[in-house]
């Protein structure tokens, strides 16, 4: 199921998704997987009071993606109705082209009455889209209650929709909504009241963003597409600005940095005893995703969740194994740092051409087929560094 999933097969994500909201053993089991698969996406929450115009907007922004190149998942969180709502956006998106087109993947869920609450609901289907690789998760929730602010939380980037006219409707609004959002458009810009509602949100200023984002104006007519590239250059100097994990997602969204995009994939922490170890971590909250025995290293890991990123606690199953060996010399504690790079063979050429000492010249294929090689201590400040990257094409 993860190779089918990870290889992005469409009937695939539609199972585990569907596991996954099941909620039960296998799909607790599932989900663990994806999110120990550590993928991230660019997710970006469109939200607003009912009918501004969110799905026709995330019709425009996902065919905005796709002429893009990139691939694409909607979540849209169903306010009231479970059946029909949804449905009806499925149904629209499909009328307006995506028909066939196994680059955007559709799922709507209902609001009310979801086991564990409806953004960790949310939050998951978002995990299994992208470990199916998806590129952007789009996340359509309206904005008048709790449940759906929590939804909001989830995105990287906030798009808050609003229409002329709409008088008390923005009041209605939760006041979190409007501070959430890092982005402000004004949809159905060809009715009048638009300058108006520009005026109004323009007044409010200094509300959303933080972190010296000042969230921008955008005005649209979803219904024709006006505005969306506008919206999309907006959402991508939104992900710009906010640190960190984004700029792997700035590299998918066409921005390239020479070597492509770095984060920690994990940590590696030689243990005596896993069974201890993962105490405290699980105290703080983590989660055991995965444990395996890689026979050939002799060596027993269990992976724990932590952000993107996780936490490898490595037993050794011999005394004379690399692990060992390690902690017969050094005790317990750090023993690697990964570092996640796109593109493998590069970097390697990019190391061995500066000189840098490597632990061997060659890339290996590890547990579920990512290849990656180790970097000497004596060339990184003292701390082996593994250089992983994806799972090679028909691997694992
Ligand atoms: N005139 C005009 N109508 C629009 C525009 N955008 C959307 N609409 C219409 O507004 C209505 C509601 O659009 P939806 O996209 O379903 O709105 P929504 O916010 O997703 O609605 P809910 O999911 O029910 O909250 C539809 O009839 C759209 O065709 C626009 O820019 N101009
Ligand atoms: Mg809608």
Redesign the pocket.
């Known amino acids: 199921m993860m190779t089918l999933l990870r290889g992005g097969d469409v009937r695939a994500l539609a199972r585990a998704v569907s596991l996954v909201e099941d909620g039960a053993g296998a799909g607790a089991g599932l989900l663990a997987a994806c999110r120990a698969a550590g993928r991230r996406a660019l997710r970006i929450g469109v939200t607003?009071?009912?009918?501004?115009?969110?799905?026709?907007?995330v019709d425009q922004m996902a065919k905005w993606l796709r002429r893009d190149g990139k691939t694409v998942g909607v979540v849209a969180v169903?306010?009231s109705s479970p059946y029909t709502?949804g449905a009806l956006?499925g149904d629209?998106i499909r009328m307006q082209g995506f028909a066939g087109d196994a680059g955007v993947f559709i799922r709507s869920m209902a609001s009310r009455g979801v086991m564990g609450g409806l953004a960790r609901a949310a939050e998951d289907v978002c995990v299994v889209m992208e470990a199916a690789g998806r590129d952007v998760v789009l996340v359509?929730t309206?904005g008048v209650g709790q449940d759906e602010i929590d939804v909001v939380h989830l995105a990287d980037v906030t798009v808050l929709?609003l229409v002329p006219g709409m008088g008390d409707e923005v009041q209605s609004l939760k006041a979190g909504v409007m501070e959430a959002a890092d982005i402000f458009v004004v949809?159905?810009?060809?009715?009048e009241g638009a300058d108006l509602l520009e005026a109004e949100i323009t007044g409010m200023q200094g509300l959303g963003g933080g972190a010296g984002w000042v969230p921008p104006l955008v005005r649209?007519?979803?219904?024709?597409g006006a505005g969306v590239g506008e919206l999309m250059a907006a959402v991508e100097r939104c992900a710009a600005a906010k640190r960190g994990g984004l700029r792997r997602v700035l590299a998918g969204l066409g921005e390239k940095t020479g070597v492509g995009a770095l984060r920690l994939d994990h940590l590696g922490v030689a243990v005596r005893s896993i069974a201890a170890a993962r105490r405290f971590y699980e105290l703080l909250g983590m989660e055991v995703g995965h444990e395996e025995t890689v026979e050939h290293e002799q060596v027993r890991t269990a992976m724990l969740a932590l952000g993107e990123s996780r936490v490898e606690l490595l037993e050794p199953t011999a005394e004379d194994s690399t692990i060992g060996r390690f902690l017969a010399k050094r005790g317990e504690g750090l023993h690697h740092i990964a570092v996640h790079v796109e593109d493998v063979d590069g970097m390697l050429e990019r190391l061995k051409e500066a000189g840098m000492r490597l632990v061997s010249e060659l890339v290996r294929v590890g547990a579920g087929g990512h290849r990656y090689f180790f970097v000497h201590p004596a060339s990184t400040g003292g701390v082996l560094v593994e250089i992983v990257g994806d799972a090679a094409k028909g691997d694992a």
Do not use: F, Q, W, Y
């Open positions: 607003g009071p009912p009918g501004a115009g969110k799905s026709t907007l169903d306010p709502g956006l629209r359509e309206v929709v949809n159905k810009g060809d009715r649209t007519v979803a219904t024709v």
